[in-house]
C-alpha cells in the first residue's frame, strides 16, 4: 500500500495563480483533511471530508477550495495564491470514528512569491 | 476557543534517560487524546490514542497518560535513545465530525532532542 500520496512536492508559485494539490489514498479511508504547518503556529486544519461528496471548513479555509468526488482523491485548490500562504500543506486520512490515527502524506511545500 | 499548550518547544535529555512531554489544554473536553512523532521533512506519525476513561496507555518503551480533571496528558519515552530525536505533537479530538470538535487540534509540538 501507497498510504498516502501528495503531489507535488515542492511548488513556487507566482502571485495570483492558481494550482491544485494533489492527494490520494489507497486505504479507503472515508475521512481526509488538509492541514498547513507553518513555523511557530503548528498544524491548522484548512478543509476537511467524511465522504465523497461531503466536504466542510476548518479553521482556516479563506483562499482555498476542495472536492471529494471519490473516496480516494481529495485535491485542494488555491484559487488565486497569495504570499501568506507559502507553507508545507499536508492531507491526512483515516477510516471513520474516533478510535483511528491519522495517515499523512509526506507533506507539499508551497512558496508563493 | 479551544487551545492546546505543550510545555516547551525543545527538550534535551541524555540517552537512557526518560523523556516527559507534557500537553495541557482548554476550553475544550476531548473525550480522546492521540500523540503524534514528526521527524524533518516528514509528515507526522501516529503513535499513541488514548480515551477519557483510560488514565495510561503503553506501547513499547512509550507511556501516556491522560487527566480530564487537570486537563493534561503525559507523554514518557523510557530509556530514550537518539533515534528518538524528534518532534512530538499530542492532539486531543472531540467525538462526532463536524465542526471544529470533531477534527484533531493539535499542538505546536515539543522537540525532543537525545543526546548519546
Known amino acids: 500500500n501507497a498510504g498516502v500520496t501528495q503531489t507535488p512536492k515542492f511548488q513556487v508559485l507566482k502571485t495570483g495563480q492558481s494550482m491544485t494539490l494533489q492527494c490520494a489514498q489507497d486505504?479507503?479511508?472515508?475521512?481526509m483533511s488538509w492541514y498547513r504547518q507553518d513555523p511557530g503556529m503548528g498544524l491548522r486544519l484548512i478543509h476537511y471530508?467524511?465522504?465523497?461528496?461531503?466536504?466542510d471548513q476548518g479553521e482556516v479555509p479563506n483562499g482555498y477550495n476542495v472536492s471529494r468526488s471519490t473516496t480516494e482523491d481529495f485535491p485542494l485548490r488555491l484559487l488565486s495564491a497569495a504570499p501568506s500562504q507559502t507553507s508545507v500543506y499536508f492531507c491526512?486520512?483515516?477510516?471513520?470514528?474516533?478510535?483511528?490515527?491519522?495517515?499523512f502524506g509526506s507533506g507539499t511545500r508551497l512558496t508563493v512569491v | 476557543s479551544q487551545k492546546i499548550e505543550q510545555n516547551s518547544e525543545a527538550l534535551n535529555i541524555q540517552e537512557g534517560k526518560t523523556a516527559t512531554l507534557t500537553c495541557n489544554y482548554t476550553?475544550?473536553?476531548?473525550?480522546?487524546l492521540q500523540w503524534y512523532r514528526q521527524d524533518p521533512g516528514r509528515g507526522p506519525v501516529f503513535l499513541l490514542l488514548?480515551?477519557?476513561?483510560?488514565k495510561e496507555k503503553r506501547k513499547e518503551r512509550l507511556k501516556v497518560t491522560f487527566d480530564t480533571t487537570l486537563k493534561q496528558s503525559l507523554f514518557h519515552i523510557t530509556a530514550s535513545q537518539p533515534a528518538d530525536s524528534a518532534t512530538y505533537l499530542c492532539?486531543?479530538?472531540?467525538?462526532?465530525?463536524?465542526?471544529?470538535?470533531?477534527?484533531?487540534?493539535f499542538g505546536k509540538g515539543t522537540k525532543l532532542s537525545v543526546k548519546p
Open positions: 492532539a486531543p479530538r472531540g467525538m462526532n465530525y463536524g465542526g471544529s470538535q470533531g477534527n484533531l487540534i
Open positions: 488514548i480515551r477519557e476513561n483510560e
Open positions: 476550553n475544550y473536553s476531548p473525550a480522546y
Open positions: 486505504m479507503n479511508h472515508e475521512y
Open positions: 471530508s467524511v465522504g465523497a461528496g461531503i466536504t
Open positions: 491526512a486520512s483515516s477510516r471513520l470514528g474516533v478510535d483511528y490515527g491519522y495517515t
